[in-house]
C-alpha cells in the first residue's frame, strides 16, 4: 500500500532557484508556478491575513512535487488523494479537519481530525503541524517519531493564493524515514477557498469515524 504523505516542505535553496535564472528550465510544473507568482513580489507575508482567511475557509493544494533523499525531483499530482492536507480547514479550536475520498471502498469524502496547529512563536510567518497518533505509534511501529511534526513557513501569500515551505517529513503512516530513500519535502502551491458554495460543501461532510459506525459492511 502506498504510504500517503502529507509533507509540506521546501528548502531555500530550491526556492532560491525558483527565483533565480530565467535560463533555468524548470523541472516541474510546480516550480514553473512557483517561479512565474515570485516574479516582482516583495516578499512581505501577512500571516495574520492568511490564518484568518484558512480558519473561514478552505485549505486547497493545487501543485506540489516531490523531492527525494536521493536528490531525485518528481510531479506531485500522483500523490493528489493520498496528501490528506490537500484539502483542509484550520479550526480556531487548533484542530485541523483533514478532507480525503475513500477510494478503496469506493466511498464519498469524509473528514478526519487527527492533525493539530499552531502559530509558531519561534519561527516567523510559519505553521506547526502535529499528530499525537503518530507520535504514539512511533513507540511500537517501525515508525520515526519526527514525523509527527513538521512547520511551514508562509513565503507568499497573495489573492488567496500560498507558497509554502518545511522542514520535516509529516506522514500520515509515520514515515520509515530511516530506512532506504523516502520523500525528504515537497514544494507547494495553493490557494484558500472562502466563497460560500465551496464552504457550505465541505462542511456537509461527515467524519471518518461517523461514516465507518454507519457502513460497518464496508470495513
Known amino acids: 500500500m502506498k504510504k500517503l504523505i502529507t509533507i509540506l516542505v521546501l528548502s531555500s535553496a530550491m526556492l532560491s532557484a525558483c527565483e533565480g535564472d530565467p535560463e533555468i528550465v524548470p523541472r516541474t510544473p510546480t516550480e514553473a508556478k512557483i517561479r512565474e507568482l515570485m516574479i516582482g513580489y ?3 507575508v501577512d500571516m495574520n491575513a492568511f490564518v484568518t482567511d ?17 536528490g531525485k525531483v518528481s510531479d506531485g499530482s500522483g500523490y493528489d488523494g493520498g496528501t490528506l492536507i490537500n484539502h483542509m480547514m484550520l479550526l480556531p479550536t487548533g484542530i485541523c479537519r483533514t478532507f480525503f475520498t475513500l477510494m478503496h471502498i469506493p ?14 512563536g519561534e519561527m516567523k510567518n510559519t505553521l506547526a503541524l502535529y499528530n499525537p497518533g503518530i507520535e504514539e ?7 520515526d517519531q519526527y514525523a509527527a511534526r513538521t512547520t511551514l513557513e508562509l513565503l507568499y501569500y497573495k489573492d488567496g493564493v500560498f507558497v509554502m515551505k518545511g522542514r520535516q517529513p509529516f506522514a500520515y503512516m509515520g514515515g520509515q524515514t530511516s530506512k532506504g530513500v523516502y520523500e ?14 465551496t464552504v457550505d460543501r465541505y462542511l456537509s461532510y461527515i467524519s471518518y469515524e461517523q461514516y465507518k459506525e454507519e457502513n460497518p459492511d464496508k470495513f
Open 42 to 44: 516583495d516578499g512581505k
Open 54 to 70: 484558512a480558519q473561514r475557509g478552505v485549505w486547497v493544494v493545487d501543485a506540489c512535487d516531490m523531492t527525494y533523499t536521493d
Open 107 to 120: 466511498g464519498p469524502t469524509v473528514y478526519s481530525e487527527g492533525d493539530q496547529w499552531s502559530v509558531s
Open 137 to 143: 505509534s512511533a513507540k511500537t511501529a517501525n515508525y
Open 184 to 197: 525528504d519535502y515537497c514544494r507547494v502551491v495553493g490557494h484558500i477557498a472562502t466563497d460560500k458554495a
